[in-house]
């Protein structure tokens, strides 16, 4: 069974930037897609963007152009580059694997998850 572990959250005013990572183990992470989610308070979880194993990526509304998914397969992490912060990012981020690389917004799709980090942006 593969495991995730994202790192990187933090504290970060409006218009700032964070970088998140998420490392794998436990598995053959370049042949899976790869996605972001995010959670507030009170809301459902939200898709953030996802990553195919050939480099494809597809980015949730509210961040495209702010947000940049990344990978090396190398070292087994998937990155998502945060620029522009808004309040309305703050969330628990999440990061997801994708066995069978289908590439899909929805998270069920998903085989397993992360623990979260936490994002927090002031205004």
């Known amino acids: 069974q593969g495991k995730l572990v994202e790192s990187g959250g933090g504290l970060v005013q409006a218009g700032g930037s964070l970088r998140l990572s998420c490392a794998a183990s436990?598995?053959?992470?370049?042949?899976?897609?790869m996605g972001w989610f995010r959670q507030a308070p009170g809301k459902e979880r939200e898709f953030v963007a996802f990553i195919r194993r050939r480099d494809s990526t597809v980015y949730g509304e509210s961040v495209k152009g702010r947000f940049t998914i990344s990978r090396d397969n190398a070292k087994n992490t998937v990155y998502l580059q945060m620029n522009s912060l808004k309040p309305e990012d703050t969330a628990v981020y999440y990061c997801?694997?994708?066995?069978?690389?289908?590439?899909?917004?929805?998270?069920?799709?998903?085989?397993?998850w992360g623990q979260g980090t936490q994002v927090t942006v002031s205004s």
């Open positions: 997801a694997a994708d066995i069978m690389d289908i590439g899909t917004t929805f998270g069920y799709a998903y085989n397993y």
């Open positions: 436990g598995g053959p992470f370049s042949t899976y897609a």
